[in-house]
């Protein structure tokens, strides 16, 4: 997915932001922020890109079977 800036707030992700979960406005996984297009200084557009999660959560499930997005009863 390329996640596009739609005003003049700044870049979605910075530098060091690859790996980390990107949610929705309910807190769902939506997909894995990837990388972006360039320099956050610049005055061309930030282009964010993610990996989205329906096509993670199987190759997740295949290496590593018991994984779940939900925390254990303690």
Known sequence: WAIIPYD????FAKQGDSGAI?????GRFGGLL??????AESPLPNITYAT???WLWPLI???FPGATLCPAAI
Do not use: M, N, Y
């Open 52 to 54: 989205p999660f329906w």
């Open 22 to 26: 990107i949610v929705d406005g309910l």
């Open 34 to 39: 990837t990388g972006a297009s360039g320099p």
């Open 8 to 11: 003049d707030s700044g870049p």
């Open 61 to 63: 499930k295949e290496r």
